[in-house]
């Protein structure tokens, strides 16, 4: 685990049993009303692609390129935070042809990602953003139709039940 500037739980786990390693990127953020659905879009928006990568499907292409990686985003809440968080699996070098850096391209994606967003007229790119609105809707109608997901995240908001730390 490394703690970066700005608040930032940077956690890399690589298991000698394991074939892959993982990179978790989690950013804490106090729960205020006035910046909930910002927070909430905003992994998914810097997810839809960076300056040099401008859409999901050179996006995922780059991902397949690096052996089938995996990048996920999403937003959680916990308590009276709300963590931001970014996982990234990839294969461990040790088991690729010789030469072949999956790691430090992963990690370059990710930094991409957070550093190096696609930018249009100075913010997201307006179409991937109303996407992006429209899922997140969609997600929050789709919990109030499951009984059993909305009951426990009742349970979470009340504090009845505690979830495992995040990273």
């Known amino acids: 685990r490394f ?3 700005g608040g930032i739980h940077l956690a890399v786990n690589s ?9 978790r990127l989690a950013f804490v953020t106090d729960l205020d009303e006035a910046t909930v659905t910002r927070h909430s879009l905003l992994p998914m928006a810097l ?3 960076t300056r040099r990568l401008p859409d999901l499907q050179q996006l ?5 390129g690096l052996y089938g990686a995996s990048l996920d985003a999403g937003v959680q809440k916990l308590g009276e935070w709300q963590v931001i968080r970014y996982r990234l699996d990839v294969v461990g070098d040790r088991f690729l042809p010789g030469g072949t850096h999956v790691l430090r391209d992963g990690l370059e994606l990710a930094r991409e990602l957070l550093i190096d967003p696609l930018v249009v007229d100075g913010g997201f790119h307006p179409e991937y953003l109303e996407q992006e609105k429209a899922n997140l809707e969609r997600l929050i109608d789709s919990l109030i139709d499951s009984k059993g997901a909305w009951a426990a995240q ?8 505690e979830l495992p730390e995040v990273v």
């Open 60 to 64: 995922n292409r780059f991902l397949e």
């Open 47 to 49: 997810r839809r692609g």
């Open 3 to 5: 703690e970066l500037p």
């Open 15 to 23: 298991n000698k049993k394991m074939k892959t390693v993982s990179v």
């Open 154 to 161: 009742r349970l979470i908001d009340l504090k009845i039940l």
